[in-house]
């Protein structure tokens, strides 16, 4: 040990100074375990770097002789606390401790539990719920590459940051706060707005100022609106409202669709919500029941999902489209973090010069919703020669392309071209006359 700490000599070991590319420093995952299941951390690091290539920095961290954690306490460093023994030793509780004082935040550790004998953690964080080490966790598209990266998911867009359940007061209020306890068990921030919707006893009430910037507040604050929607939440302005916001922050929103077992429809009631192309439906429990743990585990599962796909295009997508733009020696530079716009710019001559924007989407294909909103960002920014709209999923067609435009309604949609990142090279080379076909 050279004292550099575990970051530097797990890099100088395995040969992978692993720099997240638009945050300055280094994810770090540290998995915090004894010495009889350090083959089962190795093969936790090998799932973590296959789910997340080139974006985690992963080392085991040996529980009897733990080194140091680096001095700069950072808002992504993740701790994993593998167990299969009730207790840790002495210098391994000292670890995790310290690591919780620095931080003050339980939303950045995750108990796993090797042995089914052992299920709670052990001190001092035993009041988390763990993952059990089993065939679903297992994998690079097992439960825990899920949450893991659903809960770096949730610290990418700022340090205060939380999952905000929105509700109807009249008919979801139970399943709200059978939700929220449930998330917080896990280890996640939930916030319940347990004041909004008790005065929303009309259909339809317009929000008022103080309430409009109380929800704008805790949105600024969250990192997935998770919508109850129940029969009644359809009729509830507050949550439209909330809606909107979101839509118009580019925030995502998880619908869980609930409906009465004898009504067949699927997905959101709200029509805003209709491009979203994911939500989960779940039937509607008896009057004063609750969610099941199997429809519970299927929401949680829904959530990390989402959030770790989001995770993924929020450090795949840009560093494509940058590496496109700067591969063919354009300058780069973030414009706006919040909305995932960047500028590339390259001076032809000393009279000619080109601009374009870049809206490089997290989303799946192309939603609505963050397709105005990038549309009324780029009306306000003058000087770009050409703005894009780049998204990722599954390649789509001309036709396809066209019907989207045509059923959005967006007036000045011609100002934006909408292309998939695999389009970008060919139009680049073009000087942006071969247009996506």
């Known amino acids: 040990m050279d004292g550099r700490g575990w970051r530097t000599l797990r890099a100088d070991a395995f040969g992978v100074g692993c720099r997240f590319w638009f945050i300055q420093g280094e994810i770090v995952i540290g998995i915090l375990c004894e010495d009889s299941d350090r083959e089962a951390a190795e093969a936790l690091i090998a799932d973590l770097e296959e789910a997340y290539k080139g974006q985690l920095h992963v080392a085991v961290v040996s529980a009897s002789s733990p080194t140091p954690w680096p001095d700069e306490v950072s808002w992504d460093d993740l701790l994993i606390v593998l167990y299969s023994r009730p207790e840790f030793p002495e210098a391994g509780r000292d670890f995790a401790a310290e690591f919780l004082r620095q931080r003050r935040d339980y939303s950045l550790v995750l108990p796993v539990s090797v042995s089914r004998q052992t299920r709670r953690p052990p001190t001092p964080v035993d009041g988390i719920k763990a993952i059990p080490y089993d065939g679903e966790a297992r994998g690079a598209k097992g439960r825990i590459a899920r949450r893991v990266g659903a809960m770096l998911g949730l610290k990418l867009r700022r340090r205060d940051n939380q999952i905000l359940v929105s509700y109807r007061a009249t008919d979801g209020t139970g399943i709200a706060t059978q939700l929220h306890d449930h998330l917080t068990s896990l280890g996640y921030r939930a916030w319940l707005d347990e004041a909004r919707d008790a005065v929303d006893r009309e259909p339809m009430i317009l929000p008022g100022k103080q309430v409009q910037d109380e929800i704008r507040q805790a949105l600024a604050a969250s990192n997935l609106l998770l919508l109850v929607e129940t029969p009644a939440a359809g009729e509830s302005g507050w949550i439209k409202f909330e809606i909107d916001t979101a839509n118009a922050d580019l925030l995502p929103v998880l619908p869980i669709c609930l409906r009465p077992q ?176």
């Not at 029941?289 to 959530?303: F, K, N, Q």
């Not at 000045?412 to 990142?421: A, F, K, P, Q, S």
């Open 262 to 437: 004898a009504d067949h429809r699927k997905g959101p009631r709200f029509r805003s919500l209709s491009d979203l192309q994911r939500w989960l439906d779940i039937p509607l429990p008896p009057d004063g029941e609750t969610l099941s743990m199997e429809h519970l585990d299927a929401i949680v599962d829904e959530i990390e999902t989402y959030l770790s796909e989001i995770f993924r295009r929020k450090c795949r997508v840009p560093f494509i489209v940058e590496r496109e733009f700067v591969s063919r020696d354009f300058a780069w530079r973030n414009l706006d973090k919040r909305l995932f716009v960047y500028e590339s710019s390259k001076q032809h001559s000393s009279r000619v010069a080109v601009k374009i924007l870049s809206h490089c989407s997290f989303f799946d294909q192309i939603y609505i919703p963050a397709l105005k909103r990038v549309l009324d960002f780029i009306a306000t920014t003058r000087g770009a020669n050409y703005s894009l709209y780049v998204y990722d999923g599954e390649l789509m067609s001309e036709p396809q392309l066209r019907e989207v435009v045509k059923e959005s309604n967006i007036s000045d949609v011609e100002t934006i071209i909408i292309l998939h990142h695999q389009e970008l090279a060919a139009l680049i080379d073009s000087n942006f006359t071969a247009l996506p076909t």
